[in-house]
């Protein structure tokens, strides 16, 4: 029987905070561009900034307001 492994604080803050702003992700290529609510608070936007280095995406990510 597998173990499933915990989900890191980085993600967990993620989803709760940052995901609920998010209206959609567009992947292209190498890169995948997030794009925000247009009324996002710049806290959010700040979080995020700071979380994607520790996400370890094998992909380079960016973000928009809509």
Excluded: H, Y
Excluded at 9 to 23: G, M, T
Excluded at 30 to 53: A, H
């Amino acid at each position: 029987m597998e173990l499933m492994a915990l989900p890191s604080k980085e993600i967990l803050q993620f989803s709760r905070d940052i995901n609920p702003w998010i209206v959609k992700d567009i992947f292209d290529g190498n890169k995948k561009t997030f794009v925000f609510k247009e009324d996002t608070p710049e806290d959010v936007l700040t979080l995020f900034d700071k979380l994607i280095p520790k996400l370890n995406f094998s992909f380079k990510v960016s973000f928009v307001k809509q």
